[in-house]
Protein backbone atom coordinates (compact mmCIF):
# COMPACT_ATOMS: atom_id res chain seq x y z
CA UNK A 1 0.00 0.00 0.00
CA UNK A 2 3.05 2.42 0.90
CA UNK A 3 4.57 1.52 -2.71
CA UNK A 4 1.22 2.47 -4.33
CA UNK A 5 0.55 5.73 -2.70
CA UNK A 6 3.99 6.62 -3.22
CA UNK A 7 3.84 5.94 -6.77
CA UNK A 8 0.29 7.70 -6.97
CA UNK A 9 1.99 10.51 -5.60
CA UNK A 10 4.32 11.11 -8.31
CA UNK A 11 1.69 10.35 -11.08
CA UNK A 12 -0.50 13.34 -9.88
CA UNK A 13 2.55 15.73 -9.58
CA UNK A 14 3.83 15.01 -13.13
CA UNK A 15 -0.24 15.40 -13.96
CA UNK A 16 -0.33 18.88 -12.99
CA UNK A 17 1.72 20.94 -15.35
CA UNK A 18 0.23 19.44 -18.20
CA UNK A 19 -3.38 20.54 -16.38
CA UNK A 20 -2.15 23.91 -16.32
CA UNK A 21 -1.31 23.70 -20.40
CA UNK A 22 -4.39 22.34 -21.20
CA UNK A 23 -5.95 25.27 -19.30
CA UNK A 24 -3.93 27.77 -21.30
CA UNK A 25 -5.12 25.63 -24.48
CA UNK A 26 -8.22 26.14 -23.76
CA UNK A 27 -8.02 29.40 -22.81
CA UNK A 28 -6.37 30.42 -26.51
CA UNK A 29 -9.30 28.61 -28.34
CA UNK A 30 -12.01 30.34 -26.49
CA UNK A 31 -10.42 33.68 -26.96
CA UNK A 32 -9.71 32.36 -31.02
CA UNK A 33 -13.79 31.41 -30.80
CA UNK A 34 -14.68 35.08 -29.24
CA UNK A 35 -13.26 36.71 -32.51
CA UNK A 36 -13.60 40.84 -32.66
CA UNK A 37 -16.12 42.66 -30.98
CA UNK A 38 -19.05 44.08 -33.12
CA UNK A 39 -19.12 47.54 -32.89
CA UNK A 40 -21.06 50.91 -34.71
CA UNK A 41 -18.64 54.49 -34.92
CA UNK A 42 -19.01 57.83 -35.74
CA UNK A 43 -15.87 60.23 -36.87
CA UNK A 44 -15.35 62.70 -34.31
CA UNK A 45 -16.46 66.25 -35.86
CA UNK A 46 -15.14 69.79 -35.81
CA UNK A 47 -18.50 71.51 -35.27
CA UNK A 48 -20.19 74.65 -33.74
CA UNK A 49 -21.34 74.21 -30.25
CA UNK A 50 -22.41 76.39 -27.60
CA UNK A 51 -22.47 75.75 -24.22
CA UNK A 52 -26.79 75.11 -23.14
CA UNK A 53 -28.74 74.93 -19.62
CA UNK A 54 -32.03 72.79 -19.88
CA UNK A 55 -34.96 75.37 -19.08
CA UNK A 56 -38.47 74.16 -18.40
CA UNK A 57 -41.05 74.38 -20.39
CA UNK A 58 -45.07 73.51 -21.00
CA UNK A 59 -47.08 73.12 -24.99
CA UNK A 60 -49.81 74.87 -24.63
CA UNK A 61 -52.83 75.79 -27.45
CA UNK A 62 -52.87 79.43 -28.56
CA UNK A 63 -56.26 78.87 -28.92
CA UNK A 64 -57.79 77.76 -25.53
CA UNK A 65 -60.84 79.81 -24.52
CA UNK A 66 -63.26 79.30 -22.05
CA UNK A 67 -66.51 80.46 -23.89
CA UNK A 68 -69.10 82.79 -22.12
CA UNK A 69 -72.76 83.46 -22.57
CA UNK A 70 -73.70 86.75 -24.20
CA UNK A 71 -76.96 86.75 -22.97
CA UNK A 72 -78.93 85.63 -20.00
CA UNK A 73 -80.86 82.38 -19.91
CA UNK A 74 -81.32 78.81 -19.24
CA UNK A 75 -79.14 76.14 -20.51
CA UNK A 76 -81.84 73.67 -22.84
CA UNK A 77 -78.32 71.67 -24.46
CA UNK A 78 -74.47 71.63 -24.00
CA UNK A 79 -71.58 70.09 -25.65
CA UNK A 80 -70.35 66.91 -24.75
CA UNK A 81 -66.91 66.70 -23.06
CA UNK A 82 -64.52 65.51 -26.00
CA UNK A 83 -66.65 66.86 -28.52
CA UNK A 84 -64.84 67.46 -31.87
CA UNK A 85 -65.87 70.77 -33.24
CA UNK A 86 -65.82 72.75 -36.33
CA UNK A 87 -66.00 76.95 -36.43
CA UNK A 88 -69.29 77.97 -36.18
CA UNK A 89 -70.73 74.66 -34.84
CA UNK A 90 -73.01 75.23 -31.81
CA UNK A 91 -71.38 73.93 -28.59
CA UNK A 92 -74.53 75.14 -25.97
CA UNK A 93 -78.45 76.18 -26.46
CA UNK A 94 -80.28 78.74 -24.14
CA UNK A 95 -83.75 78.60 -23.79
CA UNK A 96 -85.00 81.43 -26.23
CA UNK A 97 -89.02 81.86 -25.89
CA UNK A 98 -88.68 85.70 -24.13
CA UNK A 99 -86.12 86.36 -26.89
CA UNK A 100 -88.63 85.01 -29.47
CA UNK A 101 -91.66 86.49 -28.47
CA UNK A 102 -89.90 90.03 -27.98
CA UNK A 103 -88.56 89.34 -31.71
CA UNK A 104 -92.64 89.03 -32.43
CA UNK A 105 -93.29 92.28 -30.53
CA UNK A 106 -90.76 94.75 -32.37
CA UNK A 107 -91.64 93.03 -35.91
CA UNK A 108 -95.20 94.38 -35.36
CA UNK A 109 -94.00 97.78 -34.34
CA UNK A 110 -91.84 97.77 -37.57
CA UNK A 111 -94.68 97.10 -39.33
CA UNK A 112 -97.12 99.70 -37.71
CA UNK A 113 -94.45 102.71 -38.48
CA UNK A 114 -94.13 101.76 -42.29
CA UNK A 115 -98.01 101.56 -42.38
CA UNK A 116 -98.16 105.07 -41.29
CA UNK A 117 -95.52 106.00 -43.74
CA UNK A 118 -97.22 104.21 -46.50
CA UNK A 119 -100.47 106.86 -45.43
CA UNK A 120 -98.02 110.22 -44.09
CA UNK A 121 -95.95 110.44 -47.24
CA UNK A 122 -98.77 110.57 -50.30
CA UNK A 123 -100.70 113.02 -47.66
CA UNK A 124 -97.74 115.41 -47.57
CA UNK A 125 -97.68 115.79 -51.48
CA UNK A 126 -101.20 115.70 -51.62
CA UNK A 127 -101.21 118.90 -48.92
CA UNK A 128 -98.48 120.31 -51.14
CA UNK A 129 -100.87 120.59 -53.95
CA UNK A 130 -103.31 121.99 -52.49
CA UNK A 131 -101.53 124.13 -50.80
CA UNK A 132 -100.27 125.79 -54.46
CA UNK A 133 -103.87 125.82 -55.13
CA UNK A 134 -104.23 127.54 -52.00
CA UNK A 135 -107.17 124.84 -51.36
CA UNK A 136 -105.09 123.51 -47.80
CA UNK A 137 -103.78 125.47 -44.68
CA UNK A 138 -100.18 126.00 -44.21
CA UNK A 139 -100.75 124.57 -40.68
CA UNK A 140 -101.96 121.46 -41.75
CA UNK A 141 -99.12 120.69 -44.31
CA UNK A 142 -96.79 121.72 -41.66
CA UNK A 143 -98.63 119.26 -39.21
CA UNK A 144 -98.40 116.48 -41.58
CA UNK A 145 -94.29 117.01 -42.50
CA UNK A 146 -93.79 116.65 -38.66
CA UNK A 147 -95.86 113.25 -38.32
CA UNK A 148 -94.08 112.17 -41.66
CA UNK A 149 -90.90 113.01 -39.91
CA UNK A 150 -91.85 111.52 -36.36
CA UNK A 151 -92.90 107.99 -38.07
CA UNK A 152 -89.72 107.90 -40.09
CA UNK A 153 -87.34 107.78 -36.80
CA UNK A 154 -90.32 105.85 -34.85
CA UNK A 155 -89.35 103.23 -38.08
CA UNK A 156 -85.74 103.74 -37.57
CA UNK A 157 -85.96 102.66 -33.52
CA UNK A 158 -88.38 99.71 -33.97
CA UNK A 159 -85.76 98.67 -36.79
CA UNK A 160 -83.11 99.03 -34.30
CA UNK A 161 -84.95 97.51 -31.65
CA UNK A 162 -85.70 94.60 -33.86
CA UNK A 163 -82.24 94.07 -35.36
CA UNK A 164 -81.26 94.05 -31.56
CA UNK A 165 -83.58 91.54 -29.99
CA UNK A 166 -82.82 89.59 -33.46
CA UNK A 167 -79.14 89.71 -32.74
CA UNK A 168 -79.71 88.59 -28.92
CA UNK A 169 -81.81 85.58 -29.69
CA UNK A 170 -78.88 84.15 -32.68
CA UNK A 171 -76.96 84.59 -29.32
CA UNK A 172 -79.15 81.81 -27.35
CA UNK A 173 -76.95 79.48 -29.43
CA UNK A 174 -73.16 79.53 -28.54
CA UNK A 175 -71.23 78.75 -31.55
CA UNK A 176 -67.44 77.74 -31.36
CA UNK A 177 -64.95 80.88 -32.33
CA UNK A 178 -62.62 78.51 -33.62
CA UNK A 179 -62.05 74.54 -34.84
CA UNK A 180 -61.41 72.44 -31.69
CA UNK A 181 -62.11 70.30 -28.94
CA UNK A 182 -64.05 70.53 -25.87
CA UNK A 183 -62.66 70.01 -23.30
CA UNK A 184 -64.76 71.25 -19.97
CA UNK A 185 -68.02 72.50 -19.46
CA UNK A 186 -68.76 75.15 -16.64
CA UNK A 187 -72.11 74.90 -16.49
CA UNK A 188 -74.95 71.97 -17.50
CA UNK A 189 -78.45 71.67 -18.80
CA UNK A 190 -81.06 73.60 -16.67
CA UNK A 191 -78.96 76.02 -14.77
CA UNK A 192 -79.32 79.66 -15.47
CA UNK A 193 -76.28 81.95 -17.12
CA UNK A 194 -75.81 85.42 -17.08
CA UNK A 195 -74.25 87.69 -19.79
CA UNK A 196 -70.56 87.01 -18.87
CA UNK A 197 -70.69 83.62 -17.10
CA UNK A 198 -68.40 80.92 -18.26
CA UNK A 199 -70.09 77.90 -19.99
CA UNK A 200 -67.43 76.14 -21.94
CA UNK A 201 -64.15 75.38 -22.48
CA UNK A 202 -63.06 75.00 -25.70
CA UNK A 203 -59.11 74.04 -26.63
CA UNK A 204 -57.63 74.23 -30.51
CA UNK A 205 -54.87 70.68 -30.94
CA UNK A 206 -53.89 72.12 -34.08
CA UNK A 207 -52.38 75.39 -33.08
CA UNK A 208 -49.52 74.89 -29.86
CA UNK A 209 -46.85 76.11 -29.08
CA UNK A 210 -44.36 75.57 -26.01
CA UNK A 211 -43.95 78.70 -23.40
CA UNK A 212 -40.92 78.70 -21.27
CA UNK A 213 -38.94 81.39 -19.48
CA UNK A 214 -35.06 81.57 -19.49
CA UNK A 215 -32.28 83.14 -17.78
CA UNK A 216 -31.84 86.73 -19.11
CA UNK A 217 -28.12 85.81 -19.63
CA UNK A 218 -29.62 84.18 -22.18
CA UNK A 219 -31.54 86.53 -24.11
CA UNK A 220 -28.38 87.79 -26.39
CA UNK A 221 -27.67 84.54 -28.04
CA UNK A 222 -31.22 84.11 -28.72
CA UNK A 223 -33.09 85.65 -31.27
CA UNK A 224 -36.37 84.89 -33.44
CA UNK A 225 -36.11 81.63 -35.75
CA UNK A 226 -33.54 80.03 -33.41
CA UNK A 227 -33.27 76.51 -33.73
CA UNK A 228 -32.82 74.96 -30.32
CA UNK A 229 -33.76 71.42 -29.08
CA UNK A 230 -36.63 70.15 -27.22
CA UNK A 231 -36.98 67.14 -25.10
CA UNK A 232 -39.53 65.33 -23.28
CA UNK A 233 -38.95 61.80 -21.50
CA UNK A 234 -41.09 60.29 -25.07
CA UNK A 235 -39.23 62.35 -27.54
CA UNK A 236 -36.65 64.68 -28.75
CA UNK A 237 -36.54 67.11 -32.09
CA UNK A 238 -35.75 70.63 -33.40
CA UNK A 239 -37.84 73.57 -32.66
CA UNK A 240 -37.88 77.23 -33.96
CA UNK A 241 -38.08 79.85 -31.64
CA UNK A 242 -41.79 81.62 -32.80
CA UNK A 243 -41.22 85.26 -31.07
CA UNK A 244 -38.90 86.75 -27.31
CA UNK A 245 -40.83 88.86 -24.94
CA UNK A 246 -37.95 90.88 -24.40
CA UNK A 247 -38.68 91.78 -21.06
CA UNK A 248 -37.01 90.34 -17.62
CA UNK A 249 -39.22 90.10 -14.51
CA UNK A 250 -37.17 91.54 -12.06
CA UNK A 251 -37.55 89.36 -8.83
CA UNK A 252 -36.59 86.42 -11.19
CA UNK A 253 -34.69 87.56 -13.51
CA UNK A 254 -36.30 85.33 -16.58
CA UNK A 255 -37.87 85.89 -20.10
CA UNK A 256 -40.49 84.40 -21.68
CA UNK A 257 -39.95 82.79 -24.99
CA UNK A 258 -42.13 80.47 -27.76
CA UNK A 259 -41.47 77.97 -29.60
CA UNK A 260 -43.45 76.51 -33.03
CA UNK A 261 -44.11 72.86 -32.46
CA UNK A 262 -45.53 69.95 -34.75
CA UNK A 263 -48.74 69.94 -33.46
CA UNK A 264 -48.74 66.03 -34.42
CA UNK A 265 -45.56 64.72 -32.21
CA UNK A 266 -47.00 67.10 -29.21
CA UNK A 267 -49.62 67.51 -26.70
CA UNK A 268 -51.07 70.53 -24.95
CA UNK A 269 -50.34 70.29 -21.42
CA UNK A 270 -47.14 68.49 -22.24
CA UNK A 271 -44.11 69.39 -19.82
CA UNK A 272 -40.57 69.65 -21.91
CA UNK A 273 -37.47 70.98 -21.26
CA UNK A 274 -35.88 73.07 -23.43
CA UNK A 275 -31.50 73.14 -24.20
CA UNK A 276 -31.20 77.14 -24.61
CA UNK A 277 -27.13 78.89 -24.88
CA UNK A 278 -25.61 80.65 -22.46
CA UNK A 279 -22.42 81.50 -24.70
CA UNK A 280 -21.51 82.75 -27.83
CA UNK A 281 -20.93 79.57 -30.34
CA UNK A 282 -17.43 78.38 -31.00
CA UNK A 283 -15.95 75.77 -32.92
CA UNK A 284 -15.05 72.55 -31.21
CA UNK A 285 -14.35 68.45 -31.33
CA UNK A 286 -17.36 66.93 -30.43
CA UNK A 287 -18.70 63.66 -30.63
CA UNK A 288 -22.22 62.03 -29.67
CA UNK A 289 -22.86 61.41 -26.26
CA UNK A 290 -23.24 57.94 -26.49
CA UNK A 291 -19.38 57.62 -27.72
CA UNK A 292 -18.44 58.72 -23.91
CA UNK A 293 -17.80 55.73 -21.46
CA UNK A 294 -17.81 56.71 -18.00
CA UNK A 295 -15.49 55.49 -15.49
CA UNK A 296 -14.95 56.50 -11.87
CA UNK A 297 -11.24 57.32 -12.84
CA UNK A 298 -12.82 59.84 -16.03
CA UNK A 299 -14.20 59.44 -19.19
CA UNK A 300 -13.14 58.17 -22.28
CA UNK A 301 -13.42 56.71 -25.93
CA UNK A 302 -12.50 53.75 -27.82
CA UNK A 303 -11.04 55.04 -31.13
CA UNK A 304 -10.22 52.76 -33.95
CA UNK A 305 -7.23 51.83 -35.30
CA UNK A 306 -6.14 51.15 -39.06
CA UNK A 307 -5.40 48.04 -37.66
CA UNK A 308 -8.75 47.33 -36.50
CA UNK A 309 -7.56 47.31 -32.41
CA UNK A 310 -8.97 49.92 -30.27
CA UNK A 311 -7.42 52.46 -28.09
CA UNK A 312 -8.77 54.11 -24.95
CA UNK A 313 -8.44 57.54 -24.95
CA UNK A 314 -8.55 59.78 -21.86
CA UNK A 315 -11.26 62.89 -22.42
CA UNK A 316 -12.51 65.97 -20.69
CA UNK A 317 -16.38 66.47 -21.62
CA UNK A 318 -17.34 70.39 -22.61
CA UNK A 319 -20.66 71.87 -23.54
CA UNK A 320 -23.61 70.20 -25.17
CA UNK A 321 -25.73 70.63 -27.72
CA UNK A 322 -28.93 67.64 -28.56
CA UNK A 323 -27.00 64.38 -29.03
CA UNK A 324 -23.44 66.05 -29.24
CA UNK A 325 -21.31 66.63 -26.77
CA UNK A 326 -17.55 68.54 -26.53
CA UNK A 327 -14.40 66.77 -25.75
CA UNK A 328 -10.78 67.68 -25.68
CA UNK A 329 -7.89 64.93 -25.66
CA UNK A 330 -5.39 62.91 -27.84
CA UNK A 331 -8.43 63.29 -30.88
CA UNK A 332 -8.54 65.39 -33.85
CA UNK A 333 -11.81 65.59 -36.55
CA UNK A 334 -11.85 62.09 -38.53
CA UNK A 335 -10.50 59.87 -35.90
CA UNK A 336 -12.70 56.58 -35.88
CA UNK A 337 -14.91 56.39 -32.11
CA UNK A 338 -17.06 53.29 -31.25
CA UNK A 339 -20.66 55.08 -30.10
CA UNK A 340 -21.97 51.19 -29.48
CA UNK A 341 -20.18 48.60 -27.79
CA UNK A 342 -17.51 50.38 -26.13
CA UNK A 343 -18.62 49.34 -22.55
CA UNK A 344 -17.02 45.79 -23.24
CA UNK A 345 -14.46 46.85 -24.93
CA UNK A 346 -10.45 46.59 -23.65
CA UNK A 347 -7.65 48.73 -25.29
CA UNK A 348 -5.95 46.61 -27.55
CA UNK A 349 -8.98 44.48 -28.97
CA UNK A 350 -10.06 44.01 -32.25
CA UNK A 351 -13.22 44.88 -33.15
CA UNK A 352 -15.43 44.63 -36.27
CA UNK A 353 -17.21 48.14 -37.53
CA UNK A 354 -20.98 47.28 -38.30
CA UNK A 355 -21.10 50.34 -40.32
CA UNK A 356 -19.60 51.46 -43.34
CA UNK A 357 -17.32 54.78 -43.47
CA UNK A 358 -19.97 56.39 -45.58
CA UNK A 359 -22.54 55.90 -42.61
CA UNK A 360 -20.16 56.98 -40.26
CA UNK A 361 -19.85 60.21 -41.47
CA UNK A 362 -23.29 60.25 -41.98
CA UNK A 363 -24.05 59.14 -38.73
CA UNK A 364 -21.83 62.03 -37.65
CA UNK A 365 -23.53 64.64 -39.95
CA UNK A 366 -26.71 63.46 -38.49
CA UNK A 367 -25.98 64.14 -35.12
CA UNK A 368 -24.45 67.47 -35.59
Not at 156 to 161: I, N, S, T
Not at 209 to 224: D, H, M, Q, T
Request: aromatic share 4%; net charge positive; with cysteine.
Amino acid sequence: MLIFQAQSNVFLSCLRPLSGLALMLFASIGSAQQGPAPVVVVRAQQVMLAPTIDVPGTVISRNDSKIAAEVTGRITWIAEVGTVVAKGDPIARLDDTRFRLQQSEFAGQVDRQRARLTYLEPEVERLKKLRAENNAAVSRLDQTRSDLQVARADTRVAKARLALVSDQLAKTTIRAPFAGVVTERMSNIGEMVNTGSEVIRLVDPSAIEIVARAPLRSAAFLKKDAIVQVSSEQRSEQSTVRTLVPFGDPRSHMFEMRLNVDPANWVVGESVRIAVPTAEARKVLAVPRDALVLRRNGASVFRVGDDGLVQRISVLAGSADGDLIEVSGDLKAGDTIVVRGAERLRPGQRVMVLNTDTEAGNAASTAN
